[in-house]
């Protein structure tokens, strides 16, 4: 499987010539994010992971798999949006999909956390969306920053999962600098737990043994 990183938490999933994208937002501006899927999965419904007006945009042969959040959105795609939440399982394009999670991380103490399901992805490709959600995959599609994560958060959360490889996404909300930090906190976890752990950059592919 090939696993293509655009804009901010995005990522094209391709295998035998079909390929599926989980949140192409309004901080995912390439054209290529999307161009010849199957299906788009949608993890949860703030704009940096949901763009509404490019999902209608979209031919009538591509599906919409998503939280009952988001697809409260969309009715005007009518049948090709289908609700999913923890627990369930669906196939789509070769791919077998599991869904993990139910709501979004705390992110303020006025704001009740949105609706947020994560993506397991031929039992090998977890994308978690915008929370901390445990699920047995050998790669990780790690948050590498958010206004509620924490660098501690974050290392537990990577402690917890264990997986073999791990690439940030979730990155584009902060500078050069910040990236740096980035990147070295994850170079430390990485000698550490001695795996593979890097940030991917957009535009960047890689392949992983499904």
């Not at 103490?109 to 490709?125: A, C, H, I, R, T």
Request: charged letters at 25%; one cysteine or more; aromatic letters at 6%.
């Amino acid at each position: 499987m090939r696993i293509t990183k655009f804009g901010h938490a995005c990522v094209r999933l391709e295998k035998a010539g079909q390929a599926i994208v989980i949140d192409p937002g309004v901080m995912t501006p390439e054209p290529g994010a999307v161009e010849g899927v199957a299906a788009v999965l949608v993890t949860h419904e703030h704009f940096d992971h949901f763009d509404p007006d490019r999902l209608r945009e979209l031919g009538e042969g591509v599906d919409v798999y998503t939280c009952v959040g988001v697809a409260r959105h969309l009715g005007a795609l009518g049948e090709r949006v289908h609700v999913v939440g923890d627990g369930d399982e669906f196939s789509v394009a070769g791919f077998d999909v599991s869904v993990r999670g139910e709501k979004h991380h705390l992110s303020h103490p006025d704001v009740p956390p949105v609706d947020n399901v994560g993506f397991l992805v031929d039992g090998e490709v977890f994308h978690p969306g915008d929370a901390l959600t445990e699920a047995e995959a050998p790669t990780l599609l790690l948050p590498g920053q958010a206004p509620w994560l924490t660098t501690p958060a974050m290392i537990g959360y990577l402690r917890l999962m264990a997986p073999r490889r791990t690439y940030a996404v979730h990155d584009g909300l902060v500078n050069e600098w910040g990236l740096k930090v980035l990147d070295g906190v994850l170079a430390m976890e990485a000698e550490r737990a001695g795996t593979e752990m890097r940030r991917l950059r957009v535009g960047e592919s890689v392949e992983v043994e499904v």
